[in-house]
């Protein structure tokens, strides 16, 4: 009775509760020590000889190597495709194409806990937004516009929609499979045949991505993977394609659209963006302040689109961002491939520089910072959460796209005000609104400059969705019937209904 | 230099080609012209250009703010004004045709006002309890390098797409068939277009297009008419990711507004 | 009538015109970070924390038309030792059962930690005339119940008269004294989260010590996300106003992964503050069962049949 007897009166509070590590196993990926150019359906060695190491950034350790394709590789990728797309695909039924990409969307969905884990192990994002957001999404993305292959003609009625050709596409480091899918899925549906240079330090899943089409059988050459630096993307941008897409910063988009000034290309650009996501006082706070989590810090902030700059009504802004504080307190930083984890390693040693000199900047120009308690792993690239508050619009980090787990708080007083706020940035990719009011979410919404709008949510994606922005933050769509329009020719020169 | 005409002895008031902009007709801030269609017509300048693109970043929120149904009016009505003219513009471009298929083009443009959302956007059936719906909007203003023929069809098949999305518009001219677009000024501003929606520059065309190309407040740039270096142009337009259109003079087509379109996507829950 | 208890500086009742702190809860997206909270993968020695404080926290239920001092006796003997086979095994909290009861798990628990709470107030509809209700939670008080679960009167809440619903608390809180005093708000008949949140608001107003989300008698009761709610609704109120309010899910928990579930909601809401039975409890009857099965699993790697735990 006496330990009975003890647990009467006042009940002791634990002192912690740790929740045990539990890491996803990477057994389920085979890597390989050394890769080769996916060229014509089969990994071949690069002509270059170059090859370079792709690391985990959560352990700085190698994980393989991968070629670093030189001139003549991608040459010889782009005469793949170009093979491939004269001698066969383009004229191949638009049903067979279909079922292409339908085998290719299955296959991911069987492999999707291999590409999780090489996901993570690769770009350093925590294994639960890899299983939940990227690998559901990348599949989705093949099996959407699997659909639309063979409808082509009613997604653009009298327009006569064909292939354009052989389409150059480079993607980035913070969604690798989930842009890739965003590329090749609407390209296949569309007729063309492609060459993709996936990021320099996330080429991984790409290359694996390279089985999953032998596994699909989808004829060689229809697809190509060529790895390396910004010198293989710049050399795929000059080479004998018929259009460039590409997902990335808008420096280089910038170069892009230069490069190809004049020749007739087509072009379309995903780039930058500095987003504000704008509380008003009566919205529903603490989901709110879950948007606002996962508008800054899903995959360490390493988001195009992220809400970077939080608008706050200026009547809510102490309890808002006292909630904000407390939520960020509870965020586990660490190991990716752990299933706890809600922030992960940052991409690389360069990009925590980066963000690491912002935010020096950040406390130079005399913002307020906040940093949860927070332990980080010795090995690897880390970066606590922050929130920065008393920005003001003409610091750095309210202008420039930080790209890291970096909040720069400013407030505001009136709707105009919000708005005026927040289209003030070169860049227009998307926003946020949290308000209760129906009618004011949609005034809002028709004066943001933002090509995506998430009102009483943020970062959500779906392929019916069309992705893409505004200003500086690049043109053309990716997703849904829009997403279609940047791989398709029509007739030309016509004059309806005159 | 001209002659009294018909010998009546009454000597005309003769008509001085300026520029149009913000609802105005000023000359040349550099007091220059040049020689076209027999004319002396406005050189606008830098400047000009500079006055042009404030007025119509100035007027374009409001002019994309009205309804539709009031954008397809006010088209309409200049349908109506420029038909009003035919006499006048058939002399200018020495072809009624031209000015009829002009007439007729403003028409066939005013009607898509408020079909476009309907036609170029959409709703999206995501994987979650959203609703999610895309709309096009204006990109904002647009440089129109308009073609040099045909002086006026080639202008309006051009400059009514722009219009109809809820854009405003800075216009270089034919520098050789310069005076078509003036009279077309002059129905625009009868026609309750806002002032600033529509400016039109007359003048060298290498000297101005340079300009609009790299304005950083152009959201987008209609090569159709140009001549010369277009890939300077375009690199130039690159500096702030302007959106390039190359259509034709003659084309007529609802996807000639989604050039200057932008598409806005917006997510919101649905819940109780 | 009676008097509002006197309230701390700052707390104002919901029924001012203070619309913001009342505040709104998005569905889509209070459903949302529930379902991510649930897929916290919690193993080993953190889930045996888990299991061990779920059974601490246990509200060990039942109530039916059908029970006896008999089915309650034995009841209160599984409450006091869940496991007859494993001594580290905790009592559970208290158990919960109708004020005919009282007496006879009143006289099994003595000289126990373990707690008898009642329900009252014309439980489970709440449908009679205040006077009754109040009457009914002094008495059970005077039976010796030691903690009071009564419904807020849902019909005069649905029919906006707020007013009506918080004097009734206050009346009943006045009755009960001493004992604890728990308010069911009956969630699945409030309709949104709105709702569920200004319930609770309204009743941690008008005193209650804990706020609890359900009779038991209904099939919609403590979901994930409407816990979620009521959780975020009692740390509005403690970081407004410093006063710790308790909070009971019940009806609808059947399974230890829910109660670990539930654990980490309240873990990651309102911190280790709440980890404890003075402030958390789980309303169930036939989820101590399956916490104790999944105990024995993780102490000894073994699955587990239910024939080796007693049916009371």
Redesign the interface.
């Given at each position: 009775?006496s330990?009975?007897?003890?647990?009467?009166?006042?009940?002791?509070?634990?002192?912690?509760?740790?929740?045990?590590s539990?890491p996803e196993s990477r057994e389920i990926v085979e890597l390989r020590e050394r890769y080769g150019l996916f060229v014509g359906g089969e990994f071949v060695e690069p002509r270059s000889g170059e090859y370079y190491a792709t690391l985990d950034p959560a352990q700085e350790e190698p994980l393989a190597e991968v070629p670093q394709a030189g001139g003549e590789d991608i040459r010889l990728a782009v005469e793949s495709a170009r093979d491939a797309y004269e001698n066969g695909w383009s004229a191949a039924p638009a049903a067979e194409r279909a079922k292409y990409l339908f085998r290719i969307a299955r296959i991911l969905q069987e492999r999707s806990r291999e590409f999780a884990v090489l996901e993570s192990l690769n770009g350093g994002k925590p294994i639960?937004e890899s299983r939940?957001v990227d690998l559901p999404l990348a599949a989705?993305h093949f099996f959407y516009y699997a659909g639309w292959a063979d409808k082509l003609e009613y997604a653009f009625p009298n327009?006569r929609p064909r292939p354009l050709g052989v389409a150059g596409q480079i993607i980035p480091w913070n969604f690798p499979l989930l842009m890739l899918a965003w590329k090749i899925a609407p390209a296949l549906a569309g007729g063309n045949t492609v060459v993709l240079k996936p990021a320099e330090t996330t080429p991984l899943t790409a290359l694996h991505f390279g089985d999953v089409l032998r596994q699909a059988e989808l004829p060689p050459g229809v697809v190509n993977i060529v790895t390396g630096d910004g010198r293989a993307g710049a050399a795929l941008v000059k080479s004998d394609v018929e259009k460039i897409a590409f997902t990335g910063s808008?420096e280089v988009?910038?170069?892009i659209?230069?490069e190809?000034?004049?020749?007739g290309k087509k072009l379309t650009?995903e780039?930058g963006g500095k987003a504000a996501n704008i509380i008003f006082?009566?919205?529903?706070?603490?989901?709110a302040v879950?948007?606002i989590v996962n508008g800054i810090y899903f995959n360490q902030g390493h988001v195009c689109c992220a809400g970077s700059r939080l608008l706050v009504q200026e009547?809510?802004y102490e309890?808002l961002i006292?909630?904000l504080k407390r939520r960020l307190t509870?965020l586990r930083v660490g190991d990716p491939l752990d299933?706890?984890t809600d922030v992960g390693a940052i991409n690389s040693r360069q990009q925590l520089d980066k963000i690491e000199e912002l935010v020096a900047a950040g406390r130079d120009e005399g913002a307020e910072i906040y940093q949860p308690p927070c332990r980080l792993p010795e090995k690897g690239y880390w970066f606590v959460p922050t929130v920065f508050t008393n920005v003001a619009q003409s610091y750095r980090i309210a202008q420039e796209e930080i790209f890291g787990p970096v909040l720069s708080v400013l407030t505001f007083r009136t709707p105009d005000e919000a708005v005026e706020k927040a289209n003030n940035t070169?860049y227009g990719l998307s926003a946020g609104v949290w308000t209760?009011k129906g009618s004011r979410?949609l005034w809002m919404?028709e004066r943001l400059e933002?090509?995506?709008?998430?009102?009483?949510?943020y970062n959500?994606f779906?392929p019916?969705?069309?992705?893409?922005g505004?200003?500086?933050?690049?043109?053309g769509?990716e997703g849904?019937?829009?997403g279609l329009e940047p791989y398709l020719d029509?007739e030309g020169?016509?004059?309806?209904?005159? | 230099m001209a002659e009294p005409r018909g010998g009546t002895g009454r000597l005309p008031v003769k008509k001085t080609y300026k520029l149009y902009i913000g609802g105005e007709f000023p000359r040349s801030e550099s007091g220059r012209t040049y020689e076209a269609e027999e004319q002396n017509v406005a050189r606008a300048s830098r400047k000009d250009v500079r006055d042009a693109v404030r007025a119509a970043a100035a007027a374009q929120p409001k002019w994309a703010g009205m309804t539709a149904y009031n954008r397809a009016q006010i088209l309409y009505r200049v349908a109506e004004m420029l038909e009003a003219r035919t006499p006048e513009f058939a002399r200018l471009t020495g072809d009624e045709a031209e000015v009829n298929a002009a007439v007729d083009r403003f028409v066939w443009y005013a009607g898509w006002a408020d079909k476009l959302a309907q036609v170029l956007g959409a709703s999206n059936p995501v994987a979650g309890p959203y609703f999610n719906f895309t709309v096009p909007e204006p990109t904002g203003v647009v440089g129109v390098l308009a073609p040099e023929e045909p002086p006026l069809l080639g202008l309006v098949s051009r400059l009514a797409p722009v219009l109809v999305g809820g854009n405003a518009a800075v216009v270089a001219a034919s520098e050789s068939h310069p005076l078509a677009a003036i009279e077309l000024a002059e129905v625009l501003a009868t026609s309750d277009v806002p002032a600033g929606v529509v400016n039109l520059l007359t003048g060298r065309r290498d000297e101005l297009a340079p300009v609009l190309a790299s304005h950083m407040d152009v959201n987008a740039l209609d090569v159709t008419g140009a001549n010369g270096d277009v890939a300077e142009l375009e690199r130039l337009a690159a500096e702030n990711v302007k959106r390039i259109v190359k259509g034709s003079a003659e084309d007529q087509s609802p996807w000639e507004v989604a050039g200057f379109l932008e598409l806005k996507t917006v997510w919101h829950p649905m819940g109780v | 009538m009676a008097q509002a208890p006197a309230l701390p500086t700052g707390f104002e009742l919901p029924l001012e015109p203070r619309l913001p702190r009342i505040g709104a809860v998005d569905q889509v997206a209070v459903e949302a970070r529930a379902t991510d909270l649930s897929k916290r993968s919690i193993k080993r020695e953190a889930k045996l924390f888990a299991l061990d404080l779920a059974v601490r926290m246990m509200d060990l239920t039942t109530l039916e038309g059908a029970d006896t001092p008999g089915k309650v006796a034995a009841l209160a003997s599984k409450a006091i030792r869940p496991d007859p086979s494993d001594s580290s095994v905790p009592s559970v909290a208290a158990v919960c059962i109708y004020p005919n009861l009282v007496q006879a798990a009143k006289e099994r628990v003595a000289g126990t930690g373990v707690k008898v709470a009642s329900v009252a107030t014309a439980f489970p509809s709440g449908q009679s005339p205040t006077d009754i209700k109040v009457e009914e939670a002094r008495r059970v008080v005077e039976l010796g119940a030691d903690e009071v679960d009564m419904v807020i009167d849902r019909g005069a809440f649905l029919a906006g008269r707020y007013a009506k619903v918080y004097d009734e608390i206050v009346q009943v809180k006045e009755a009960a004294h001493p004992s604890h005093l728990k308010v069911i708000l009956e969630v699945g008949e409030l309709g949104t989260y709105d709702n569920v949140r200004r319930a609770s608001l309204l009743a941690i107003a008008a005193g209650a010590d804990f706020i609890k989300t359900s009779t038991g008698k209904l099939s919609s009761s403590a979901t994930l996300p409407v816990t979620l709610v009521m959780l975020e609704a009692i740390r509005d109120v403690f970081e407004e106003t410093g006063r710790r309010v308790g909070m009971k899910p019940a009806g609808g928990i059947r399974n230890a992964k829910q109660s670990v579930q539930t654990l980490v909601l309240v873990h990651e809401t309102l911190g280790l503050d709440w980890l404890t039975p003075d402030l958390f409890r789980f309303g169930a009857s036939s989820l101590l069962n399956d916490v104790l099965m999944q105990i024995r699993k993780e102490k000894t790697g073994r699955y587990q049949s239910p024939d080796y735990f007693t049916l009371d």
């Open positions: 009775m330990e009975l007897e003890q647990r009467g009166g006042r009940a002791p509070i634990p002192s912690a509760w740790d929740y045990a539990a639960r939940d989705a327009r808008t988009g910038k170069a659209q230069r190809l000034a004049g020749t650009l780039l006082d009566d919205a529903a706070l603490d989901q879950e948007g009547s809510i309890p006292e909630k509870t299933k706890n070169p209760e979410i919404a933002a090509g995506v709008i998430w009102a009483n949510t959500r779906d019916a969705s069309p992705f893409g505004y200003k500086e933050s690049g043109f769509r849904g019937r829009h029509f020169a016509e004059t309806f209904g005159g | - | -």
